[in-house]
Structures are given as structure tokens and as C-alpha cells.
């Protein structure tokens, strides 16, 4: 590591490349107790608007009320079953680049066909909760410690489908509020202002950890260096020595 190394304004990359594989590693690392951390919040919140659903509808719709959670329940299993496995499998593949990249592309394309299905799959009395996805939006990228421009460009996919479907004159969008569209786009553009303002701090306080390494490491070259020369002084004379007896 020397002066040349830099980080890119837009993209947030590492130049060298051997330094952004580090970078990536380490982000890796950590993905598995997030993940449990997001997942066990996930399952609070839907325990607790099944129970408020479960007491709105009384005792004669309850079946009907448990039955329109039941998709958003094999949704979010489906989810985190894909995302540990993901996961596992970088974790088993440390020190690849390519792992690591692979796993932030499944994992956003987890998140955002998890975010389709969620918006597809509303209906009126669950309209509102495509504030979760909005949710999604904003903090997938930050929280898995995704890099902003691959967690930002995959997560607009629910966007594009979204625009999409009303284009082509689909009849589940209806469903959802007027402001919706709004309320997603901008959900998605903080999500990735957050992401990228994060993900820049955090670069720059790896670089100067990786600087402090390498100062740290300086000196003690300098000094066993400083020991050869002292060794190969003190062996002159002796070989000077040996030189004149022969």
C-alpha cells in the first residue's frame, strides 16, 4: 500500500484491487449476524400484525384473516432460507473475490423478487403494507453491508416492474394507494443516499486502518534491517581475520 491508493468518487472502488478484495472479505464476514438480527425482526413484526389482524377480525373472520398472512409467511421463509444459504456458501468460499460478489448479487436479487411478490401479492385489506417493502428499500443495501452500487441498481427492479405492470394496464397494481409509486421511489432513492454515505465512511476508516497496519509494520523492517547491517559489520572484522591467517 502506497500513496497511489485511492478510492473512486462514484463507485466506491479500491484501487488497488488487492485492497478492495480485503475490503469485500471483511464486509462478508459479518453478513451472518445481521442476518439473524434482521430475520428475528422481520418475525416480531409479523407476529405482531398477526395478532392485531387476528383481534380486529374477530372470532368469525379469524380464519380469513390468518389465511391472507399465510403468503407473506411462506414469503418470508422462502427468503431467509435462500439468504443462509447465500451466505454459508460465501463464508465457505473466503479469500474469492467472486464469492463475495456472487453473494451480493443473490442477496439483492433475493431481497428485490421477495419485494415483487410481496407488492403482487396484497390485496385491499393488506394494501398498506407495502410500507414494509418501502422498508426494504431503504435498508437492505445498509444493513447487509451491500455495495451501494450493486445493492441500489438491483433493488430498482421492483421499481421497474412496478412502472411496468401499470404500462401494461395489469390489474394488481390498483391495489395499491395513490402514492405508493411515490412512496417506493423515494424509500429507494434514500436507501441509496444511506448506502452510499455509509459505505464511504467505512471505506475511508478501513483505509486508515490499513495505513496504521503498514506503519505499524514499517518500523520493524527498518529495525531488522538495521540488525542485518550491525551483524554483517561485526562479521567484517572476523573475516578479515580469517582472510590474513590463510
Known sequence: MDASTRIHPLFLIFQPQGLEARFVKEAS????????????????T????????????GPGALPAAVAAMIPQLL????LYTVLSFVNWRSRKSAGKPWAALQEEVLLSLAVAGAICSMLFNLGKES?????????????????????WVIGTGILSLPLLVLYGARLGGAAWPSVLPADADV????????GALLSYMIESQKRQMFLAAELAKTAVKEPSSESRLLKDQQYKSANIPLCQRQIVLT
Not at 29 to 44: E, G, S
Not at 46 to 57: D, E, H, K, P, Q
Not at 183 to 190: D, G, K, M, S, Y
Open 127 to 147: 394494501a398498506k403494507d407495502y410500507t414494509f417493502a418501502c422498508f426494504f428499500l431503504i435498508c437492505t443495501a445498509l444493513l447487509l453491508r451491500l455495495r
Open 29 to 44: 464476514k459479518d453478513r451472518w449476524h445481521v442476518l439473524i438480527a434482521i430475520f428475528c425482526f422481520d418475525l416480531l
Open 183 to 190: 412512496h417506493l421511489t423515494v424509500a429507494w432513492a434514500t
Open 75 to 78: 414469503n418470508m421463509v422462502a
Open 46 to 57: 409479523y407476529t405482531i400484525r398477526l395478532g392485531g389482524r387476528m383481534v380486529a377480525a
